[in-house]
């Protein structure tokens, strides 16, 4: 197939759309405004529905009702419109519904700036909402990648009956790259993946048959519910992802990911060139985190990590430290406030490291 | 021998309802049950319920439901009736839910004139959470929030949601009714039945909202709460029909 010059927001869009999702609900904020659009123009070209909903909170709380039906459904929103939708995707989590949402991260905390950022780190892997629920979460570092991940998001999502979260920077949602497309599932296709969902999905069983409950809360059954869930996310060590560049001989190794990863993985083809052994550890799951990648390292070898991120404080890094468990130093390069980190900083602070 | 009368089938028959001695929610929930038998449409049911008592009959009913995060049923159920549009979906929700917290989701999904309806049960009071004041708690009457009695100056006026409503151009019908008497209860079930009609006729929004009672935290036996509804709730909520377009 043809490459395609498209921005990422659009590119999620339209991922999104080619794996069979027919509703979407979203409300404007920046830097995401462009998925909203896009399915605005989009959706009734393939008989699917898009609401502009009042609000971050209705918007993801329709999607919590199309989910419901068995329909692939999305929203998007961005940092603190994240924050407003964590209600609804603890009920989404809680009462098993499919769905897929993306933040097109911004700066923070508060309304922070419109600009960039990766300050959502924690919030997106340890909790989007409350109630201690798990969810995939992947962090594309290319337009691409934000394509391929927004179209398995769905089949996890799918697979799993729990929402899938894209953790995407406002630089991937921004930018444009030259990208491939997908295959656009077919109406038959759509068709039977709503299908597939009926037998739990909220369309109206009547008397005669055993009624769809969607369960929010679980007032007889709670602490079976959360056994059930966590048994679900103890499965979840097959679907870790991780890119190691150059990581065999590396005495220096950068954890990164999305935008600042792409960033260092350049900084670290110039380091290479002048003999710095430099390599990185790109987390593309961030929840489940591969931890793996950190606790296999040769210590011996390897005498800093440097936890490159748009983040201030660094978030990264605490899984970073868990992986490490104290067998060499961890350094810091960062950025924030809507500062998109600088090949030149990740350069800084290898050279300085590999002084040490 | 003809039979006039048999239990609805949209709710359980090995379940006993837990709602509190004298409650009009037992009553309301009956009459949607029976209205769905009648229309034959329990097939196509899906009940969105608020939070607070009026989620506590989930256990009851037979046919499909979720629950919504508080306040947001409207939009919970724009979500269900856009994405699977055969489906028959009603909002079930008390005043704190819809009238508060829910307000900016009720009055959208009216002003959309989403084709769904709301049956918004309006008692003055948040239930569950134990007595505390709701947007259509009564001047001098006392909640746990407002121990001294609801006044203008510090908790603002009782909302008319009908009449808000009204303002609106999109909504196809409001009507408030009560369930203070058996004739009411008749009004409410003939109510709820054109709501339903209107969305299976395409219509849009339609609202029922149905003067209740709550004798737990009102402090009252439950025949003194059908008299207070009658001197004190309906000369603020007048009954009638305020849209039907």
């Known amino acids: 197939m043809a490459r395609v010059f498209m921005k990422g927001c659009e590119a ?53 009702g199309a989910g419901s039906t068995g329909t692939r459904s ?22 098993r519904i499919p769905m897929v949402f993306a933040n097109i991260s911004r700066g923070g905390p508060g309304v922070g700036s419109i600009h960039p950022a990766q300050q959502d780190y924690l919030q997106a892997t340890k909790a989007s909402g409350n109630g201690g629920f798990e969810m995939l979460v992947f962090a594309p570092s290319t337009v691409q990648e934000a394509i391929d991940m927004t179209y398995n998001a769905f089949e996890y999502a799918q ?26 599932k077919t109406d038959e296709e759509v068709a039977a993946f709503k299908e597939g969902n009926k037998e739990w999905a909220c ?13 929010p809360g679980h007032w007889r059954g709670q602490e079976d519910a959360n056994i059930e869930a966590a048994a679900m996310y103890e499965t979840w060590d097959k679907d870790v992802q991780v890119e190691e560049y150059l990581v065999e001989d590396a005495q220096i190794v950068i954890a990164a990911y999305g935008i600042s990863a792409r960033v260092a993985k350049s900084a670290i083809d110039i380091l290479r060139k002048e003999g710095i052994k430099v390599g990185l550890i790109r987390p593309i799951t961030v929840h489940p985190f591969p931890y793996h990648s950190f606790e296999k390292l040769d210590y011996s070898r390897v005498k800093a990590i440097l936890d490159v991120e748009m983040s201030i404080p660094a978030q990264l890094i605490y899984d970073v430290k868990l992986g490490v468990n104290n067998r060499c130093p961890i350094e810091t390069c960062l950025r924030s406030g809507g500062q998109i980190m600088s090949r030149d900083a990740v350069l800084d602070a290898v050279r300085k490291l590999n002084e040490k | 021998m003809e039979k006039v009368y048999s239990r609805t089938t949209g709710i359980r028959e090995d379940m006993v309802n837990g709602f509190c001695p004298g409650c009009m929610h037992s009553t309301i929930i009956k009459l949607i049950g029976e209205v769905l038998d009648e229309m034959d449409i329990m097939d196509k049911a899906v009940g969105v319920l608020g939070i607070g008592c009026c989620g506590l009959h989930m256990e009851y009913m037979t046919y499909d439901n979720t629950t919504a995060p508080h306040g947001r049923a409207c939009a919970v159920a724009t979500g ?33 004139g989403e084709n769904i309806t709301v049956i918004f049960v309006n008692n003055g009071i948040y239930g569950m959470t134990g007595g505390q004041m709701a947007p259509t708690t009564l001047f001098g009457m006392k909640a746990s929030t407002a121990p001294k ?49 209107n969305q ?3 219509k849009g929004f339609s609202m029922v909202e149905i003067i209740s009672n709550c004798p737990t935290n009102w402090g009252v036996e439950p025949l003194d709460s059908l008299t207070f509804i009658e001197e004190k709730m309906l000369p603020e909520y007048p009954l009638g029909v305020i849209r039907d377009k």
């Open chain 1, 203 to 215: 369309i109206g069983h009547g008397k005669d048959v055993k009624r769809s409950w969607i369960e």
């Open chain 1, 74 to 95: 999305m929203t998007s929103s961005s940092s603190c419109g994240i924050s407003l939708k964590s209600e609804g995707i603890s009920y989404c989590a809680s009462a």
């Open chain 2, 149 to 197: 009695g609801r006044i203008a100056e510090e908790h603002g006026y009782p909302m008319h949601m009908c009449e808000i409503l009204n303002q609106l151009t999109a909504p196809a019908y409001l009507e408030r009714t009560s369930c203070n008497t058996p004739a009411n209860v008749m009004k409410t079930k003939k109510a709820i039945r054109k709501a339903f009609e």
């Open chain 2, 200 to 202: 299976l006729n395409g």
């Open chain 1, 159 to 184: 697979r799993d009956r729990n929402p899938v979260l894209i953790l995407c920077d406002g630089v991937i949602g921004t930018m444009m790259e030259p990208v491939k497309l997908p295959e656009m």
């Open chain 1, 12 to 64: 999620i869009a339209e991922a999104a759309v080619r794996a069979g999702c027919r509703f979407f609900a979203g409300y404007p904020i920046t830097p995401q405004n462009e998925i909203p659009e896009y399915f605005a123009r989009r959706m009734p070209e393939v008989g699917g529905i898009f609401v502009q909903g009042e609000s971050e909170v209705a918007s993801i709380n329709m999607v919590y």
């Open chain 2, 80 to 112: 269900i009736k856009r994405a699977n549009p055969d489906s028959l979906v009603y909002t079930y929700q008390g005043d704190g839910d819809f009238a508060s917290i829910g307000l900016g989701e009720s009055v959208s999904a009216a002003n959309r």
